[in-house]
């Protein structure tokens, strides 16, 4: 107890000094607040965005560019490749939160609306990916078919989309295509971590 008692008093008298600094407390809840903004304007399928438009407008001067960067980091941390094509909506919400705090001829504005077409682009290619894999893939299919009815004497119920060799094949070229348009993606997003500054 003795020993815990003296770790505690050390503690304490290390911190003594410390006083928080309001200011930087204020800037910090301000970037937060941003955040929440645009995560809730992000994830709520019925927000049309005049809440965080609001909020912003009517925020004090001063105020705003920590705001703004609570915004465009959450809107920096939500460019992502997507995963199915209902990305769109998503990507305009972003686009809408770009054009509130620069404007919407802002270059932020436009890379995003480049960003939404290269991802548009994106799906496309995985779709195409997928077809010419299937087509490649069906004649070996169909003789591993052949292979088990003659070994076993029926065929198996298996669908190709199941046969781990075409699910290996699939995922080794998923990740390279992948791959080559998250690079792409990383150097849009260091344009815009640019043109907002969020260097930090």
């Known amino acids: 107890m003795s020993l815990l008692k003296s770790a505690w008093e050390i503690a304490l008298e290390r911190t003594e000094g410390i006083e928080a600094d309001p200011e930087k407390i204020r800037q910090d809840n301000l970037v937060n607040e941003g955040r929440r903004l645009a995560g809730t304007y992000l994830t709520d399928p019925e927000a049309d965005g005049t809440s965080v438009a609001k909020s912003y407008a009517s925020a004090p001067q001063e105020d705003k560019p920590l705001l703004k960067k609570g915004l465009a980091s959450t809107i920096l941390l939500n460019v992502a490749l997507p995963q199915s094509a209902d990305f769109e909506e998503r990507l305009g919400k972003m686009q809408h939160l770009a054009e509130l705090i620069d404007g919407a001829e802002s270059e932020s504005s436009q890379l995003l609306k480049q960003i939404g077409q290269f991802m548009g682009k994106y799906i496309e290619a995985r779709d195409s990916l997928l077809e010419r894999a299937r087509q490649q893939y069906q004649p070996m299919f169909e003789d591993k078919r052949e292979r088990m009815m003659q ?22 070229s998923y990740n390279q295509l992948s791959s080559q348009y998250q690079q792409v993606l990383d150097q849009a997003k260091d344009q815009l971590r640019q043109d907002w500054e969020l260097n930090d």
């Open 151 to 172: 070994k076993y004497g029926k065929a198996t119920g298996m669908s190709m989309d199941q046969d781990p060799e075409f699910i290996q094949l699939l995922q080794k």
